[in-house]
Nanobody, 112 residues
Framework: QVQLVESGGGSVETGGSLRLSCVGS????????VAWFRRPPGKQREWVAT???????YYGDVTKSRFTINRDDNKNTVYLQMNKLEPEDTGVYSC??????WGRGIQVTVSS
């Protein structure tokens, strides 16, 4: 059974940083595309970033060059490093692997 578990969320002030982790079980993340999405309060889900097999990477406009996605194959984990956080970054962040498996999501709150 495939399971993705996010961690690393929380509350920070504007300008702060967080690193989210997405740990996979029942799936080898290095052989899958893994994407991060977020859902701001009261809004639709937004795509944040994707890392493909071979480490090709793409970012959504919402990141404004502040976020970095990478992975540690030894830990079967994909990370999202978020810097210079803004209140608009507040939301539930979820990872998605192999175009079909979702984590439960984790809350990120940025206060002004």
């Amino acid at each position: 059974q495939v399971q993705l578990v996010e961690s690393g969320g929380g509350s920070v002030e504007t300008g702060g940083s967080l690193r989210l982790s997405c740990v996979g079980s029942g799936i080898i993340l290095s052989t899958s595309s893994v994407a991060w999405f977020r859902r701001p309060p009261g809004k639709q889900r937004e795509w944040v970033a994707t890392i493909y097999v071979g480490d090709e990477i793409y970012y959504g406009d919402v990141t404004k060059s502040r976020f970095t996605i990478n992975r540690d194959d030894n830990k079967n984990t994909v990370y999202l490093q978020m810097n210079k956080l803004e209140p608009e970054d507040t939301g539930v962040y979820s990872c998605k692997a192999a175009y079909q498996y979702w984590g439960r999501g984790i809350q990120v709150t940025v206060s002004s």
